[in-house]
């Protein structure tokens, strides 16, 4: 069974900082690519970062893109959202998520996985 904990978030304010972390267990973690999306009230749920199994290689939301960085620990079984600069527009419930596959994707629909999300408020 797949378990997905998401961890780190919270209220700052516009400008500020903060790392969401999500624990992975039940499976061999560094197999697999990991992604980062958000669900703000009344909107469907938007990709925001993703990152491949083994090599690592990461994409990002132009939102998101020189403000966010999404990065992994395989020895931890972990992934990690560095969320700089924040704004009143990132408030959100920021879900991570775990594909079948090692190879990233964009769309929510291709992720097997979700963990219960993390709320981050960005105040003005």
């Known amino acids: 069974q797949v378990q997905l904990v998401e961890s780190g978030g919270g209220l700052v304010q516009a400008g500020g900082s903060l790392r969401l972390s999500c624990a992975a267990s039940?499976?061999?973690?560094?197999?697999?690519?990991m992604g980062w999306f958000r669900q703000a009230p009344g909107k469907e749920r938007e990709f925001v970062a993703a990152?491949?199994?083994?090599?690592?290689?990461?994409y990002s939301a132009d939102s998101v893109k020189g403000r966010f960085t999404i990065s992994r620990d395989n020895a931890k079984n972990t992934v990690y959202l560095q969320m700089n600069s924040l704004q009143p527009e990132d408030t959100a419930v920021y879900y991570c998520?775990?594909?079948?596959?090692?190879?990233?994707?964009?769309?929510?629909?291709?992720?097997?996985?979700w963990g219960q999300g993390t709320r981050v408020t960005v105040s003005s």
């Open positions: 039940g499976r061999t973690f560094g197999s697999y690519a």
């Open positions: 998520a775990t594909r079948r596959y090692e190879s990233m994707s964009y769309r929510a629909s291709e992720y097997a996985y």
């Open positions: 990152i491949s199994g083994s090599t690592g290689n990461t």
